[in-house]
């Protein structure tokens, strides 16, 4: 469509005929082109001649781009900047189909310029006009790459040091074939090869264990024959001379132990122990050394050959110290056998120690995991035939034309990291091109909303619930297709299945794939005697277990006292699903679950995910420790006035999705820095760059902030509300909007000390006053707090007294609690939320009070605070440092009379 409209602006002409290839996926387009009148004229299947002059221009841009990257020694990742400059200069080389003309002399009649072209991938050296006030000594240039032209006086240049294409006019090139001088400070701008540095997990071996237990056997048989000794009156004996001078290994320097007997000066001839030294009790299953023949080989040893050493030992030479060493018995030896037994675990790598996972299946070959992903991918595919995801099939391309699609598979490789960010699991998936597949209508499926997730920890924590958590292998596969459709056969079984499939299961990647595992989820849980919560998706109950999911993951909380309920729910669904079972719930989406049986108490924390981020983007660079005390300074931020960066625009977009993702569910403090940046993502300047950078490094900073839910109220709290069990705060900032004068309005509610739902917004119309706006947030609060009235019905949850919403407005209270007070405006919408809070509070449904603007928990939802009132809004949140608990909690002991059910 961007390309009609160019056509119509810049050459006044109106495009009538488009011509395309017979490849799909251009439905949307098709339909657009049709809708404004334009001929679609496909070719014909399997005739490629009909494609015209299109299909060798786009040959002609990759042979040239190829070239120019190639001579240019320019990275891979600058493909695209290669063919738009092969582009450019095409259009600027004379043809002979066009008498030798240029294609931009005959669109436009004038010839084209060509002082400006220089050798793409030549020395750049751009002006700094940016230097810092102690950087006037410092080079003046920037050093790069000619990779484009945006104009006859602006350039882009290839920046390695700064990572992206700048746009520049002062410029200085130097050919590269006249210069192959190093760069000073940074690498030269050929195509940078790195080369990982991949540690090769340690093969499991006994050997180091087996020389420990060998040396200890030899000290116990030594002690034996000591004993006998004393018991004959000798009086001393000769050191036995070991046939090989044994290795030194890291067992003994860790547990720093003598493993030989004690010398002495003075010894008699050599003790000659029993025959059959295997015959002292061992643990079962320990066997002796290899023989000398057998060992491995020591090639890191460098001590002097046996042959080469001396057996004619001096007395004199021999330095004995004042400390009597005691002799190694037989609880040695058991430890040394049981070490023995034990599984030596590998060494696990980290996520920053890892090359970037294959992308395709070709890539393998070369990849250093390739057999790691290859044996999961084969893993996979038999996974998806054991669930009868396949058939095979004879149908051909031409025979399923019109009955059904035809939708290729793709291989997505990843790696699977622990809380720690360890490796743990090679993971290969087989999706399907959902991109491609026509529109099949309804495929919404619900998911469990993070409020509801707060609320259930909050009842886990307040009755001492057991919350359990599982994981269904392959879900999808588990849910029939109810359409016909053909996938190609993936690699490498085409040779084996042949080129097409039938589908049978609903694989992942397509449209409708989560919906129609949800309908089978529900029905499963409904048949194993769960019913669905009214309004509340993903939740199931009965009278003896809560139940509630995320796609795959399913968390079931059941009392003490009905485990025997919980494990017959556990055997049905085993029946129906592949289970892993996770044990007790630790972690769920990310966040970790830490948990004290003693006090009643659970924190939900996002430390790993804070930590992951700031790492990815390298965030803490430059931070020296120190770490920013509010997350926003500025109410408003305003629209940006610099042009459109689009490397600048992902990076702004990535980082605030992320912050969307954390504000939802554990870090309500962040909630209102998330609504001002989200207003930006369509063309955000430096500005708000630095400011979403800035909230990053306050989470960084504040990493160990959890959310706490306990069955102890907070009975010394200074504040009222902190003592009820379950309540509400609304609030709203008059106007705070600088560019619309919009407000802002946020709400709050908490139910066992958890803040189990807020939210931090602005209003979508303008108000006149600040009573105005308050009563738009009273309303909204309002209609949240009667949602929750349902759903503790729902679940049989009483909280056993009237839920309470407070507001720091005196006026906006009297106005919905006294009637001869009313809000006189001519705003329709704001009228109707007056009279609809009034209706509510008059019949008992809601409760509304005041309470002072220094007490008002959901102030920082409105408004940026400063540090000492930020503090304050943090305490009020219920925000809890739990740094110590992230090493203790977890290991915190269960009351004996819930560690008697299991």
């Known amino acids: 469509m961007r390309l009609l409209a160019k056509i119509k602006r810049q050459f006044n002409a109106y495009v009538s005929v488009v011509r395309l290839d017979s490849e799909r996926g251009y439905s949307e387009l098709l339909h657009m082109l049709r809708d404004l009148g334009i001929i679609v004229e496909p070719r014909a299947e399997y005739t490629e001649e009909q494609n015209g002059l299109s299909e060798q221009a786009g040959k002609m841009i990759v042979i040239r781009g190829r070239a120019i990257r190639i001579d240019g020694r320019l990275p891979i990742e600058l493909s695209n900047e290669c063919c738009l400059v092969a582009v450019y200069l095409l259009n600027r080389t004379p043809t002979e189909a066009l008498g030798w003309r240029t294609p931009y002399e005959v669109v436009w009649g004038v010839k084209p310029l060509a002082a400006h072209l220089n050798v793409v991938g030549a020395r750049a050296y751009v002006l700094n006009n940016k230097l810092k006030r102690g950087e006037k000594l410092e080079s003046r240039a920037l050093i790069g790459q000619l990779v484009g032209y945006d104009s006859t006086n602006i350039y882009r240049v290839w920046m390695p040091a700064l990572g992206r294409v700048l746009r520049t006019r002062d410029v200085i ?120 023949a057998e060992a491995p080989d020591r090639r890191l040893n460098n001590a002097p050959r ?23 018995g037989t609880y040695f030896v058991a430890f040394a056998a049981a070490l023995q037994l034990a599984e030596l675990q590998k060494s696990r790598l980290h996520r920053d120690q890892l090359p970037p996972p294959p992308k395709r299946w070709k890539d393998l070959e070369k990849h250093p995991f390739g057999k790691k992903f290859k044996a999961a991918a084969d893993e996979e595919f038999k996974s998806c035939q054991k669930k009868g995801c396949f058939r095979t099939t004879s149908v051909t391309d031409a025979d399923s034309h019109g009955h059904s699609q035809i939708l290729p598979l793709m291989w997505v490789f990843t790696y699977k990291f622990d809380e720690e960010g360890l490796l743990y699991k090679y993971k290969a998936r087989l999706v399907v091109r959902g991109d491609l597949q026509e529109n099949w209508g309804d495929t919404y499926a619900a998911t469990l909303a993070a409020r509801v997730f707060r609320f259930l920890i909050a009842l886990t924590a307040a009755f001492s619930l057991k919350a359990y958590q599982y994981d269904v292998l392959n879900a999808f596969l588990n849910a029939p297709l109810d359409k016909l459709v053909f996938v190609r056969t993936p690699d490498p079984y085409v040779e084996e ?47 003896r277990l809560i139940v509630f999911f995320y796609v795959d993951d399913i968390v079931v909380l059941v009392h003490p006292d009905h485990l025997d309920d919980h494990q017959r729910f556990e055997k049905g669904l085993e029946a129906v699903y592949d289970l892993r079972k996770l044990g007790e719930l630790k972690w769920f989406l990310g966040i970790r679950v830490l948990r004290d049986w003693t006090a009643g108490t659970i924190w939900l924390i996002q430390d790993s995910f804070i930590e992951k981020i700031v790492n990815k983007f390298d965030l803490d660079q430059k931070s020296g420790g120190r770490y920013p005390a509010v997350p926003l300074v500025e109410n408003s931020l305003g629209q940006s006035e610099e042009e459109t960066d689009h490397q600048r625009t992902q990076l702004y977009q990535q980082l605030v999705g992320s912050l969307a993702y954390i504000s939802t569910f554990t870090r309500p403090d962040v909630a209102r820095a998330h609504s001002v940046l989200a207003r930006h993502l369509q063309n955000p300047g430096q500005k708000h760059v630095s400011a979403v950078k800035h909230v990053w490094r306050y989470l960084y900073g504040t990493r160990n902030l959890a959310i706490r839910a306990s069955r102890q109220t907070a009975e010394s709290s200074s504040y009222v509300w902190d003592k009820s069990l379950f309540y509400g705060a609304s609030d709203a900032a008059f106007a705070d909007e600088v560019e619309g004068r919009r407000s802002s309005h946020g709400y709050l509610f908490k139910l066992y000390g958890m803040p189990i ?69 001519k705003l329709r919408h704001v009228d109707t939320h007056q009279m609809w809070v009034r209706q509510e509070v008059q019949e008992g449904r809601l409760n ?55």
């Open 757 to 825: 739902d807020w939210k931090a917004t602005r209003q979508r119309s303008v108000t006149k006053s600040t009573t105005e706006a308050e009563l738009i947030a009273l309303s909204a609060t309002g209609g949240e707090m009667e949602w929750w009235t349902r759903v503790f019905q729902h679940v049989k949850f009483d909280p056993e007294i009237q839920p309470t919403i407070y507001c720091d407005n005196e006026q906006t209270v009297g106005i919905v609690k006294k009637e001869d007070e009313r809000l006189h405006t």
């Open 306 to 328: 046996r042959e080469e050493i001396s057996s004619q030992l001096s007395s004199s030479n021999v330095l004995t110290g004042k400390r009597q060493r005691k002799t190694l």
């Open 173 to 292: 090139f130097l050919s590269h074939d006249s210069t192959e001088a190093v760069y000073p400070d940074r690498q030269t701008l050929k195509e940078v090869v790195t080369i990982l540095d991949v540690p090769e997990p340690p093969e499991e071996t006994d050997h180091e264990i087996q020389l420990l237990l060998q040396s200890a056997r030899e000290g116990q048989i030594s002690v034996q024959h000591h004993e006998r000794a004393d018991q004959s009156k000798n009086t001393s004996r000769e050191l036995p001379t070991p046939e090989s001078t044994p290795e030194p290994t890291f067992w003994q320097d860790a547990l720093d132990l003598d493993l030989e007997p004690e010398i002495e000066p003075e010894r008699e001839p050599e003790i000659e122990p029993d025959s059959n030294p295997d015959a002292m009790d061992l643990p079962r299953g320990w066997e002796p050394l290899p023989s000398d």
């Open 497 to 543: 299945l042949g080129k097409l499939l039938e589908l049978k299961r609903a694989l992942y990647g397509l449209k409708d794939a989560s919906l129609l595992w949800y309908k089978h989820l529900k029905e499963t849980l409904i048949k194993l005697g769960l019913r669905p919560v009214k309004d509340v998706p993903c939740l199931f109950t009965n009278e």
């Open 848 to 902: 509304v009070e005041w309470c002072p603007t220094a007490e008002m928990p959901a102030d920082g939802l409105t408004k940026s605070l400063v540090r000492q009132k930020h503090t304050e809004f943090v305490r009020q949140l219920g925000l809890e440092d739990v740094r110590q608990l992230l090493t203790t909690c977890d290991n915190s002991p269960e009351p004996a009379e819930l560690r008697q059910w299991y």
